[in-house]
């Protein structure tokens, strides 16, 4: 069971929610700068700023979603097997406010960020299929 008490178990689950979420946004936009770059050269460029910028948006986005059950949006507590705390999957079944959270969640920072990088690859490999067909013609 968890050893550590309420307020490391909570801890312990922000840092897990917060750093998978800006995980898999700076990937999401890893995949969009590389698809902006590669088929639509002329809005791919990409100074420092902008840079920053995308990250600062990575972190708040995972933020917003990390503080949530902080703010009574969704809980947090021990795993199903009490060894590690995550996002209360249990708590789902009985409130419907950490219904809402799950559903938003599953679809903010799964479905969206996982669409957006599997369409951004699928246009790099097109672009990089039609270039590869137009040096051959050559």
Not at 29 to 50: D, M, N, Q, W
Not at 57 to 75: D, K, M, V
Not at 93 to 98: G, P, R, S
């Amino acid at each position: 069971s968890w050893l550590y008490g309420k307020q490391i178990c909570l801890f312990y689950a922000f840092c897990g929610v917060l750093f998978g979420i800006c995980s898999l946004s700076t990937l999401t936009l890893l995949s969009t700068v590389c698809c902006l770059k590669i088929c639509f050269p002329a809005y791919g460029k990409l100074i420092r700023e902008h840079g920053q910028m995308l990250i600062a948006c990575a972190w708040t986005y995972a933020g917003i979603f990390a503080c949530s059950p902080l703010a009574h949006w969704g809980e947090y507590g021990a795993e199903p097997y009490g060894t590690a705390c995550c996002i209360d999957w249990r708590s789902t079944n009985e409130n419907a406010v950490a219904m809402s959270y799950t559903i938003v969640l599953f679809v903010f920072c799964f479905i969206l960020p996982c669409g957006v990088i599997v369409t951004s690859y699928s246009l790099i490999l097109v672009t990089v299929k039609e270039s590869r067909k137009a040096v051959e013609q050559h």
